[in-house]
């Protein structure tokens, strides 16, 4: 019997290391945890792990990257612009229909009214055109024959008065004043030529031939009137601001000869002797081989011999 006991006695030993030896580990183990929280671990580098192609962060980050190599001409950006305005314009239409149709037949009625007014104007013209010429027509046939032509003349007056009754502003209307002062001055009517000479002036027509003959005609107007001093006033500011040119150079000689052989024969009707025979002088020297030259000196001889 105490051998049995002995036997159960060894087959527990073991047992009891067992248990030991499990204290000794969880102990080490918990060892182990303890140094491991008391020793300082270093930092942990942050790994940088690609995501994955199908997140939207990629997908946005892929697109912007796109966005930047691709770059936009300004032609594609004119094409969104002319896009953009087309739809606006789309829907303002759709929005706005009976705005955009009175704004139509506006606009309709301006073009056409412009048309008509341009018509019109052009219409005029050829009208103020043609009664001018032929006014002018009826006042050469008139002033050009040999025995002036009374009805001939008054015919180009009455066409010449209609244009400027009716075309006002036209510059028609204003040569129709130099030519009805001439028509006046051909029927001897001076004091009429002298007016509308002065009105023709006053115009401001830019026709140095039309405005040398007005002025000059009004100068031989006050002369036929017997008023020789305003005769010599113009006639002295005429040939003062003549250019003086050599013989035979232009028609402007001739012009500049007969101003100063009027203004002599002015100076004599003022009874002013001196002045008459300086310009007849100044005639004698300027042009002397022509036959205004050989005139003067006539009248100087004359002057001298009274």
Request: charged fraction near 30%.
């Amino acid at each position: 019997m105490p051998k049995k006991e002995e036997t159960t006695k060894t087959t527990k030993k073991p047992a009891a290391k067992k248990a030991t030896a499990k204290k000794t580990t969880i102990k080490k183990t918990v060892a182990k945890k303890t140094v491991a929280k008391k020793t300082p671990t270093k930092p942990r580098k942050k790994s940088v792990t690609k995501k994955k192609s199908g997140g939207l962060s990629t997908m946005i980050g892929e697109e912007h990257k796109k966005a930047r190599r691709v770059k936009i001409s300004r032609k594609d950006l004119k094409k969104d612009e002319l896009q953009e305005i087309s739809v606006q314009v789309v829907n303002y239409l759709t929005a706005h229909g009976n705005k955009v149709l009175v704004i139509a037949a506006l606009i309709i009625v301006v073009f056409l009214t412009l048309v008509l007014v341009d018509m019109s104007a052009k219409s005029k013209k050829e009208t103020t055109s043609a009664l001018f010429t032929r006014a002018r027509q009826l006042y050469s046939i008139g002033a050009g024959e040999a025995d002036v032509s009374t009805g001939t003349l008054e015919s180009a007056l009455a066409d010449f008065t209609n244009i400027i009754k009716q075309y006002p502003t036209s510059v028609e209307a204003s040569l129709s004043l130099y030519y009805i002062a001439n028509v006046n001055y051909n029927l001897q009517q001076y004091e009429k030529a002298i007016d509308n000479y002065n009105k023709f002036l006053s115009t401001g027509i830019k026709n140095d031939t039309y405005n040398l003959i007005a002025k000059t005609n009004i100068a031989y107007s006050y002369e036929n009137l017997g008023d020789y001093g305003n005769a010599v006033k113009i006639l002295k500011e005429l040939y003062d601001n003549l250019p003086k040119k050599t013989e035979g150079e232009s028609s402007n000689d001739y012009i500049s000869r007969s101003i100063a052989w009027d203004l002599g024969l002015a100076y004599e009707n003022l009874k002013d002797i001196p002045e008459a025979t300086a310009v007849y002088q100044k005639i004698i020297k300027n042009y002397p081989s022509s036959d205004f030259a050989e005139k003067a000196q006539e009248r100087i001889n004359s002057i001298q011999v009274k």
